[in-house]
Each structure stands twice: as structure tokens, then as C-alpha cells.
């Protein structure tokens, strides 16, 4: 009984294995106007798949589409030959290709629109006449068609293709389609109400008066879809969603906005306490207090405070307010007053105030003024540091931002370019003056920044920045120049490590998003500084090219968003790498 039962299972299965075959290459033949490349695509998805008659009718119907979507809609496809190997386990197809003529658009027919949408329409459509029926090419026209409705009031419009009349010229034997689309516009729309949830501190009016519209405004998508872009920006919210547009019984148009807030009172500090070295030293203070209130009272206004006290005599004194929207109108105003004693060489003073106009959502326009004194810190040793002076300072500035966040852009551009011209008078020290001192300079300085968001697979962000600072001058002294390396400029090496009158640094960043605002990341930094001779103080050139590496977190928490790193410099081990730890800047 046994044996049978076996014989009876080789009979079943003997004609299964004789027939099992795969598909080891598909060829196509008599294609003219398409390259064999075009069908790519089709040829590897059934490559190697096992042959049967069901997946030689689904090659024929994927060829016959694509065809069909170059506007040839009359060629013809068909299998003519299928190759077997010697052991018949692998097949080659082969199909033949009878293009014929492609089909032209003859007509295309417009109805449900009014004489003026009519003749803006049948602009956009004529230009399909007599060229050959590509329907990618036309759903797309359709696409901007909407586009155009829903940015002039009319939301819910939908353009149904009504039907196809294919037909042949008999004079010209020319392939010809008729098309025919019918436009539903629906009601006309306006904003007549904007309804906002989630915000208990921030004032409504703060929101409505950066959307970009207000009520009454026709409904236009394009300003709609800015809206969480431009509220990201605030900084008071956690990513906003899309808003949501409905009609209300009574046919108004009601824009619902759903927020949902963050802490924007931060604080940032640590206070410690260097005893003395020996007996004829005294202990010291040292550390970092930084406050940063980015929306006072809920008004959006910004106000901040820092204290950073960087070894004994070293010390910086910072304070900052912003007011936003004077009057009503797009400008913000703002001031810094700054105090900076840096080591034993001089006291740095410095007011500024400016005002920017905010021209559209993307870009600003600056102008600012600003004050500066430095004091020489008198020493026993009578030895030169630097110039009592005061200084005058105009500006102005352009920024360009379009990331869809600022913590954690997926995409975008920031730009950020600007130029002072400082009149400079030397006042002392009188012994330091002779009758070649030049007592009053003029002094040029240009900062740039720029930076790229891309986001090439779904999580993962690609940042990419370059920024420079450049000082002109005929002459300038220690406290005039610029500073890198550290936290914000280049990762790797001490805060203000290196001074010169021209820096440049880049930043390259792969990011791995955790959520919308937490990322972990990889960068490489670069940083080039310059300090220029001076004969007369007797400082030689000094520049350096540096790089640095290593990991990172921008971890969003109840406090701020934190960046921690750790980084090395070229040519550092493992030990010698520095951590870098702060808050985003929140003002």
C-alpha cells in the first residue's frame, strides 16, 4: 500500500517539476521611438519570476501601458517566441513591438467655467493642441490648474476628465483624441473665521498676525500650507499641523488652527568656585547663567540675560529685548547691551539697537546702529594692550529663511548676510600716541552665513552650513577681531581658541531624526582664521586651516533644546576630545 501511495505521488509531482520554469531574460523587438532602456523597469520586475501564461499577458499589458503613456495609442504587442534552455528550466521571451503613429491632441474641451475663467483656461490647455497625448503631462496642467482655484478662493474645485474621443484623420491618416474636462468649482470661499486651540499663554492675536492673512481673506492654499512654517518660526510651539478649512452650517468659511505650546522661559547655568592656586592668590566665581524669555506676558515679546565668567579675569555681561510688530505694522525692533573684560587687557562696552522689516514670510530687511568703547585695563607693568576708543557703527543686513523649522529643518535654505561700517577715534593712552598714529579709521566688516536643510530618505537630514567674517581696515587692534573654534563655530577645539580679522568655517552634519525635534548626528567641521602682519606692534601673520569631528544630540527636553557633541581635532586621541554642552539659542 505504501508503494502505491508513492507512485501515485511522483505521478503528481513528476509533471510539476518537468514544467517548472523561470524566466531568465525578456526581449523586445521592432521598438523604434522608445530606447530598450525604457523598459527597464518592466524587463528586471519579472526577470527570474517562474514563466507561465499569466505573467506573459501581465508583460504584454506593462509594455502596452507604457506605450500608451507616450501617446501611443494604437501600437500593438505581442509574445512571439519563448527560448528554452536544455534542461528547460529557463526561458527567454520574446516580444515583438508594431508602434504604428502616435496619437495628437486635436481638441480639448473646457466647460462649467464662466467667459473670463474660460479664456485663462483655454490658454493653459492650448498649448497641448496638435502635440502628441502624453497624459502625464496633461494630469500635470490639471494639478496647476487646481492649484490656480484653490489659491483664489475655490478649495474644493475638481476637474473630472469626461471622456476621450479617439479618431483618425482620413485625409492626413493622422491618429487624433478629443478631450473633454468638466470643472466643479464649488461655493466661493473666505476666511470669515480663524478659530485657534491649544494656545492658554500666547495671545491670539500674536498667531493671526503672522499667518499672512486675516478674516475675510479669500482662501488662497499656498498662504494656508505657509502657515505652519510661519509659526514654527515663533519658537512658542511645539511643529504645527496642517490647518483644517470647513464650511459651517451657515456656508462660512471657518480656518481651524490646533497649537500646542512650549516652554519658552529657559534657563541655562552652572556656578562653580576655582580656590586659590596659593597662598598670595584669592578664589574666584566662575561659570555661566543664561536666561532666555522668547514670549513675555504671551505677546511674543523677547527678552534675555547672560553672565559667562570664563577663567579670573575674563568675564562677559549680556542683555537683550526684542520688540515685535511695532505698532501693528512688520517690524521688530531690538537691542543689545554687552559688556565684555577680556583677560587683563581691556574692558569692551557696546550698545546696539536695530530695527527689521519683515518684507514676506522668508525675508528680512535690517538696519542697525550701534555704540562701542574700549578701556585699557591699566597695569603695573605699563605694557601696551590696546587703544582707548569709541567707535560708531551703521549696518545693514538681509536674511532669507525658508527651513519649515528652526530647531530641526528637514528643508530649506538660511541666509543671513551683512555689512557695518564703523568710524572708529583713537582717545588714549597719550603716551601711546605719536604723530604717526592714525587717530580716526574707518572699519568694514561683513559677516555671512549660510546654510542648506535636504532631507534624502525619510528620517535622515542632511545639514550643511558655511559661514564667514571678514574685517577691512587699514590698521585694528586685538579687541577689533574675531574669534573661533568652540560650541557654535568650530567643534573640536577650546571656545574662542583661535582670533584673527578674517575667519570662515563650515559645518557638515548627517542627522538622524528620533522625533520632530530630537536628532542624533554625525559632523565633520572645517575653520580657516587669519590675522594680517602689523609692523608696527610687531605681530607677525598668523593663520591655520583646523578641522574637527565627532558625534552628537539635539535633544528637545522641558528646559529648551540641548545640543551635546563630542568632538576631536585632527590629529587628537580618543582622551583628548572635548564635550560641547548648551542650549539652542532661543532669542
Not at 482662501?219 to 510661519?230: A, E, F, G, L, S
Not at 579670573?312 to 511695532?326: A, G
Request: hydrophobic share 35%; charged share 20%; net charge negative.
Amino acid at each position: 500500500m505504501f508503494h502505491k501511495r508513492l507512485y501515485l505521488f511522483f505521478f503528481i509531482l513528476l509533471p510539476l517539476i518537468t514544467h517548472s520554469q523561470t524566466i531568465s531574460e525578456i526581449k523586445i523587438i521592432g521598438n523604434k521611438t522608445l530606447p530598450i532602456s525604457f523598459f527597464d523597469r518592466v524587463l528586471n520586475e519579472y526577470k527570474n519570476l517562474p514563466y507561465n501564461d499569466s505573467v506573459v499577458t501581465i508583460i504584454q499589458q506593462k509594455i502596452s501601458f507604457l506605450y500608451r503613456e507616450e501617446g501611443y495609442f494604437n501600437s500593438d504587442c505581442q509574445p512571439i517566441t519563448i527560448e528554452n534552455n536544455k534542461d528547460s528550466t529557463q526561458s527567454t521571451l520574446h516580444f515583438s513591438i508594431t508602434e504604428n503613429e502616435p496619437t495628437f491632441i486635436n481638441e480639448i474641451f473646457l466647460e462649467g467655467l464662466d467667459s473670463l475663467e474660460y479664456i485663462q483656461e483655454k490658454k493653459l490647455f492650448d498649448y497641448f493642441v496638435d502635440k502628441i497625448f502624453i497624459q502625464l503631462d496633461v494630469e500635470r496642467t490639471i494639478q496647476e490648474a487646481l492649484i490656480v482655484f484653490e489659491q483664489n478662493g475655490f478649495p474644493f474645485t475638481i476637474i473630472e476628465l469626461t471622456s476621450l474621443y479617439f479618431f483618425t484623420d482620413t485625409i492626413s491618416n493622422t491618429n487624433l483624441v478629443d478631450i473633454f474636462l468638466t470643472y466643479r468649482k464649488g461655493n466661493y470661499s473666505r476666511i470669515d473665521s480663524i478659530e485657534i486651540t491649544g494656545n492658554s499663554d500666547t495671545d491670539d492675536h500674536v498667531i493671526i498676525r503672522e499667518l499672512g492673512l486675516k478674516q475675510g481673506d479669500s482662501y488662497n492654499q499656498k498662504i494656508i500650507d505657509d502657515i505652519p512654517k510661519r509659526l514654527n518660526r515663533l519658537r512658542f510651539f511645539q511643529p504645527i499641523a496642517e490647518p483644517t478649512f470647513v464650511n459651517n452650517s451657515k456656508g462660512k468659511g471657518i480656518l481651524q488652527i490646533q497649537v500646542e505650546e512650549r516652554q519658552t522661559n529657559n534657563f541655562d547655568g552652572i556656578i562653580g568656585y576655582a580656590p586659590p592656586q596659593n597662598k598670595e592668590e584669592s578664589g574666584y566665581v566662575t561659570g555661566l547663567v543664561n536666561i532666555s524669555m522668547r514670549n513675555l506676558f504671551g505677546t511674543g515679546r523677547a527678552a534675555a540675560f547672560r553672565w559667562q565668567k570664563i577663567n579670573r579675569l575674563s568675564q562677559e555681561l549680556e542683555i537683550k529685548y526684542m520688540e515685535p510688530w511695532i505698532f501693528g505694522f512688520p517690524f521688530n525692533i531690538s537691542t543689545v547691551i554687552n559688556q565684555k573684560i577680556q583677560d587683563s587687557s581691556y574692558v569692551q562696552r557696546k550698545i546696539e539697537g536695530t530695527i527689521e522689516y519683515l518684507a514676506d514670510e522668508d525675508i528680512t530687511l535690517g538696519f542697525g546702529l550701534s555704540s562701542e568703547s574700549i578701556i585699557p585695563t591699566v597695569n603695573d607693568h605699563s605694557i601696551f594692550t590696546v587703544y582707548n576708543s569709541s567707535s560708531i557703527s551703521t549696518g545693514v543686513s538681509l536674511k532669507i529663511d525658508t527651513r519649515d523649522d528652526p530647531y530641526s529643518p528637514t528643508k530649506g535654505i538660511y541666509l543671513y548676510n551683512s555689512y557695518w561700517l564703523s568710524k572708529k577715534k583713537i582717545n588714549g593712552p597719550g603716551q601711546y600716541i605719536n604723530d604717526d598714529t592714525k587717530l580716526n579709521l574707518n572699519l568694514q566688516k561683513i559677516f555671512i552665513d549660510f546654510s542648506i536643510f535636504i532631507e534624502p530618505f525619510r528620517r535622515q537630514v542632511i545639514s550643511f552650513g558655511v559661514h564667514a567674517k571678514e574685517l577691512q581696515a587699514s590698521q585694528f587692534e586685538t579687541s577689533d577681531l574675531y574669534f573661533l573654534g568652540g560650541t557654535n563655530t568650530l567643534r573640536g577645539y577650546r571656545e574662542n581658541q583661535f582670533q584673527g580679522s578674517r575667519i570662515a568655517w563650515s559645518n557638515t552634519e548627517y542627522r538622524y531624526l528620533l522625533s520632530r525635534r530630537t536628532f542624533a548626528f554625525l559632523f565633520f567641521d572645517s575653520g580657516y582664521y587669519l590675522r594680517k602682519r602689523d609692523e608696527q606692534r610687531q605681530i607677525l601673520e598668523n593663520s591655520g586651516f583646523k578641522i574637527g569631528y565627532g558625534v552628537g544630540l539635539n535633544l528637545e527636553t522641558g528646559l529648551g533644546v540641548i545640543a551635546v557633541s563630542f568632538a576631536l581635532a585632527k590629529g587628537e586621541s580618543f582622551s583628548e576630545g572635548k564635550i560641547h554642552f548648551g542650549l539652542i539659542n532661543e532669542f
